[in-house]
Nanobody, 125 residues
């Protein structure tokens, strides 16, 4: 299995940027497709972005396309989420997740087996 630890959250003004990082340890990192999900106050957890084990395939939620970028470093065993032009509605706890690479990149949380503890992102207006 794999252990995931997120970092990089914080408080930012609307229009600003943040970069989240997720460090993986345990089983070989390239055994997993990776994703970011988020859960805002009073909301269900929702898909943000995903990347295949090789980095060749990516997927984004419509709400973040053009503003957020997902990337991974298979040497450092990290997956990052660069968030630009942040909006108050992006306020949420952001979670890193992993699914076995044999599966097609998923956009639903039940498709992911491993989760980090989350990092808070707060965007002020």
């Amino acid at each position: 299995q794999v252990q995931l630890v997120e970092s990089g959250g914080g408080l930012v003004q609307a229009g600003g940027s943040l970069r989240l990082s997720c460090a993986a340890s345990g089983r070989t990192f390239t055994s997993y497709n990776m994703a970011w999900f988020r859960q805002g106050p009073g909301k269900e957890r929702e898909f943000v972005a995903a990347i295949s084990w090789s980095g060749d395939d990516r997927n984004w939620a419509d709400s973040v396309e053009g503003r957020f970028t997902i990337s991974r470093d298979n040497v450092k065993n990290t997956v990052d989420l660069q968030m630009n032009t942040l909006k108050p509605e992006d306020t949420a706890v952001y979670y890193c997740a992993a699914q076995p690479r044999e599966r097609q990149i998923g956009i639903r949380d039940y498709e992911y087996n491993y989760w980090g503890q989350g990092t808070q992102v707060t965007v002020s207006s």
